[in-house]
């Protein structure tokens, strides 16, 4: 088995639109419709799970996930509190052994070479997530807004998704985060946690995360483009 979970029950209160940020058009369809798409377009990718408010699973069924007729079987299950109750309870239908792909449902521009990267690094490495590196000089402010410091940009990265495990490796650590009120804004923070190993690949710079209309914005730019999404 090779599973997407696709992450999809935030508030998106930065965009300020009273409507979430997954439902928000892009080129002609919602963001979370691009999203799914990209997953059901890999063809190593035989299963996907979508956590989303329980109060719209039908709304996503009927609007979202019924007119993409996807390839792969697509079920719903309901968000939690937080992003890292989603995962958990998508992590819970997966019954099977294989690798987990946990993507952010917002970052509709996920390439499918990507994917197939983070899949190849799980199976090779249990756990792998792409990154990109940090070019701009880093500065620690203050409540005051005054810099306390610059920061050494070596060695630092930026986390993106999909980030992709051994099924087994992921629930075993969620278990455990849960048991110990382990709380993380992402799940390879959790593996490291626990004493795993995350191995990591290069990211895309086009693999955006849709937070702000600003990004809104520059999805629509480089989906109009030429680039390889």
Same mark, same amino acid.
């Given at each position: 088995?090779?599973?997407?979970? $696709?992450?999809?029950?935030?508030?998106?209160?930065?965009?300020?639109?009273?409507?979430?940020?997954?439902?928000?058009?892009?080129?002609?369809?919602? $963001?979370?419709?691009?999203?799914?798409?990209?997953?059901?377009?890999?063809?190593?990718?035989?299963?996907?799970?979508?956590?989303?408010?329980?109060?719209?699973?039908?709304?996503?069924?009927?609007?979202?996930?019924?007119?993409?007729?996807?390839?792969?079987?697509?079920?719903?299950?309901?968000?939690?509190?937080?992003?890292?109750?989603? &995962?958990?309870?998508?992590?819970?239908?997966?019954? =099977?052994?294989?690798?987990?792909?946990?993507?952010?449902? &917002?970052?509709?521009?996920?390439?499918?070479?990507?994917?197939?990267?983070?899949?190849?690094?799980?199976?090779?490495?249990?756990?792998?997530?792409? &990154?990109?590196?940090?070019?701009?000089?880093?500065?620690?402010?203050?409540?005051?807004?005054?810099?306390?410091?610059?920061?050494?940009?070596?060695?630092?990265?930026?986390?993106?998704?999909?980030?992709?495990?051994?099924?087994?490796?992921?629930?075993?650590?969620?278990?455990?985060?849960?048991?110990?009120?382990?709380?993380? @804004?992402?799940?390879?923070?959790?593996? =490291?946690?626990?004493?795993?190993?995350?191995?990591? $690949?290069?990211?895309?710079? $086009?693999?955006?995360?849709?937070?702000?209309?600003?990004?809104?914005?520059?999805?629509? @730019?480089?989906?109009?483009?030429?680039?390889?999404?």
């Amino acid at each position: 088995m090779i599973a997407a979970l $696709i992450v999809a029950a935030g508030k998106g209160v930065r965009m300020g639109t009273g409507l979430r940020k997954q439902y928000l058009s892009l080129g002609g369809q919602t $963001i979370l419709a691009h999203t799914l798409k990209k997953f059901d377009q890999c063809p190593m990718v035989d299963h996907i799970v979508m956590a989303v408010p329980q109060d719209e699973m039908a709304f996503c069924r009927r609007e979202i996930i019924d007119p993409l007729r996807m390839r792969a079987h697509t079920e719903l299950v309901a968000g939690g509190a937080r992003r890292q109750d989603s &995962v958990c309870n998508g992590l819970d239908v997966l019954t =099977e052994e294989g690798i987990v792909l946990i993507h952010d449902g &917002v970052r509709p521009l996920v390439s499918r070479n990507l994917i197939e990267a983070c899949i190849q690094g799980a199976q090779r490495w249990d756990a792998c997530i792409p &990154v990109l590196g940090v070019t701009d000089t880093l500065k620690k402010i203050n409540p005051q807004g005054h810099i306390e410091a610059t920061v050494p940009r070596e060695g630092l990265c930026m986390a993106q998704t999909p980030q992709a495990f051994r099924a087994t490796l992921i629930k075993q650590v969620h278990q455990t985060a849960r048991r110990n009120g382990w709380t993380a @804004t992402d799940d390879a923070s959790l593996v =490291e946690r626990a004493g795993g190993v995350v191995h990591v $690949i290069s990211g895309s710079p $086009i693999n955006i995360k849709i937070t702000t209309p600003d990004d809104l914005r520059w999805a629509e @730019t480089l989906l109009g483009s030429q680039f390889d999404l």
